[in-house]
């Protein structure tokens, strides 16, 4: 069975400082989403990662992905209150019927 | 171009009800898909569908049906609502470059 891991699940962080989000995955993947969702609004692209080695990069976040390490991460620098919501990876599987499968969530309230 | 469209945005049943959440999208996507989210457990998929007449199950598809008779409409159909289908429910589509568009969401809430 396939499992997509976030940790941490919350994160509180004052502006300014650096952090990074993590996203584990069980199996085999061609490709890696990060998506955004403010409350009661629905979800925002912000990246897609297609092969080892991506790394992208908007403005104080910048995605990668290690297909080997099964391990994708999302690095926020500088933090302003604006990035507060709610961060989520979801692997694509193609066995899988290219289903996106979502980890559960990063909560990230930044403070001013 | 409105993208995914979701109807209604809200939406109460009572237990045994059933009803039909609508999706649409015309960006002539081939692969839509329904999606539910529960606080603390991501967004789990419901049904998916790959082309029209062209529909599949996903992590969750007990108590909902769907159809895909159009390239542009995925309806969701809950049989006979219970309280644990409460929840919000997005519908995606997917374009050929793999980058996936939410609608804006329906919240459902059975009584």
């Known amino acids: 069975e396939l499992k997509v891991e976030q940790n941490p699940l919350f994160l509180s962080m004052q502006e300014g400082k650096n952090y990074t989000i993590y996203c584990n995955y069980s199996?085999?993947?061609?490709?890696l989403y990060w998506y955004r969702q403010d409350p009661g609004k629905s979800l925002e692209s912000l990246f897609v990662?297609?092969?080892?080695?991506a790394v992208k990069q908007e403005g104080r976040l910048m995605a990668s992905l290690d297909t080997k390490a099964r391990l994708s991460t999302l690095h926020i620098t500088a933090a302003v209150h604006d990035l507060s919501a709610t961060y989520f990876c979801?692997?694509?599987?193609?066995?899988?019927?290219?289903?996106?499968?979502f980890g559960a969530g990063t909560i990230l309230r930044v403070k001013s | 171009n409105a993208g995914v469209t979701q109807t209604p945005k809200f939406q109460v049943l009572k237990t045994g009800q059933s009803m039909t959440l609508q999706c649409a999208q015309d960006?002539?996507?081939?692969?839509m898909s329904w999606y539910r989210q529960d606080p603390g457990m991501g967004l789990r998929l419901i049904h998916y569908?790959?082309?029209?007449?062209?529909?599949d199950q996903g992590e969750v598809p007990n108590g909902y049906n769907v159809s895909r008779s159009t390239t542009e409409d995925f309806p969701l159909r809950l049989l006979s609502a219970a309280p644990s289908q409460t929840s919000v429910y997005f519908c995606?589509?997917?374009?050929?470059?793999?980058?996936?568009?939410f609608g804006p969401g329906t919240r459902l809430t059975v009584t």
């Open positions: 995606a589509s997917r374009d050929r470059v793999q980058e996936q568009y």
């Open positions: 199996t085999t993947s061609d490709r």
């Open positions: 990662l297609l092969s080892n080695g």
């Open positions: 979801a692997v694509d599987i193609v066995e899988y019927g290219n289903k996106l499968v």
């Open positions: 960006m002539n996507h081939e692969y």
């Open positions: 569908s790959v082309g029209a007449g062209i529909t």
